[in-house]
Structure formats: structure tokens, C-alpha cells
């Protein structure tokens, strides 16, 4: 699961269990889209743990079992979001002490591919210049 999957989680807790996909797409900055597929990757987790499903209800609105939340989430493996974080600070460092960017040399620093380096470069470039403005 990934960092947004998490965030909704805890929104699903900071609003009792009661949300809107608008108002997540606004908040997490995202189409509404995106939460639709990330809400049935969590009803995906929570189907296998046999714990009660987000239920999608009219006009856009979600309820979620707290409980069964709070349960999916502490039994998440969090290595994987730590290890994105760590990625992208290397990927950050290299980029300052190096004069040119090559992709190409990235890719085969970290073993991955063009699509995810250009990826966690737009990442990095979009949170830097929230900082700036904030």
C-alpha cells in the first residue's frame, strides 16, 4: 500500500468514519477517480483480513469501520513507504552534488526504471516547490 492509501485511512479516523470522495480528492490532491481505485484496494486488504469493507454510499460518500481500519493499518508492512521516502532523499542528494541529471545513470544506481525515476523526480520537484510557497 502506498503513503495516499494510508493518508485516507487516517482521514477515515480524523472524520469518525465518514468521508466524501470530493472532499478526499480535494484534501489529498488527487481526481476523484484516484480514490475510487484506492478505496477498492483497501476493500481489497480488509476482504482478506475478513474485516468490514468501506461501504461506498450515494452522492459520493464513504463509511468505514474504524476498528477494521485501525486493524488493516497496524498490520501493514510500512518498509515499503519508508523505503520510497529513502529513494527519493538519495535520488534528492544525487541530483545536488551531480552538475547532469541522466536518467539513465539513475536507473542503474537504483535498479529501477525510467518511468519510476522520471516519476519520483516529478514527486521531489512538486513537494520542493510546495515548501517554497509555504
Known amino acids: 500500500m502506498n503513503k495516499r492509501i ?4 487516517e482521514k477515515f479516523n480524523n472524520y469518525k468514519g465518514r468521508v466524501d470522495i470530493k472532499q478526499l480528492s480535494k484534501e489529498l490532491g488527487v481526481n476523484q477517480r484516484t ?3 484506492d478505496i477498492d484496494k483497501i476493500n481489497e486488504e ?11 454510499l450515494t ?13 488493516l493499518l497496524d498490520g501493514l508492512d510500512l518498509d515499503e513507504n519508508i523505503f520510497q521516502e529513502y529513494k527519493e ?13 541522466n536518467i539513465n545513470n539513475l536507473c542503474e ?18 513537494k520542493q516547490n510546495r515548501r517554497l510557497f509555504l
Open 6 to 9: 494510508i493518508d485516507i485511512i
Open 35 to 37: 480514490i475510487r481505485y
Open 46 to 56: 480488509l476482504k482478506k483480513k475478513d474485516l468490514d469493507l468501506i461501504e461506498k
Open 59 to 71: 452522492k459520493g460518500g464513504l463509511e468505514g469501520d474504524v476498528k477494521s481500519l485501525n486493524l
Open 89 to 101: 532523499v538519495l535520488i534528492l542528494i544525487m541530483i545536488t552534488f551531480e552538475e547532469n541529471i
Open 109 to 126: 544506481k537504483f535498479d529501477l526504471g525510467r518511468t519510476t525515476i522520471k516519476t519520483t523526480l516529478k514527486k521531489i520537484y512538486s
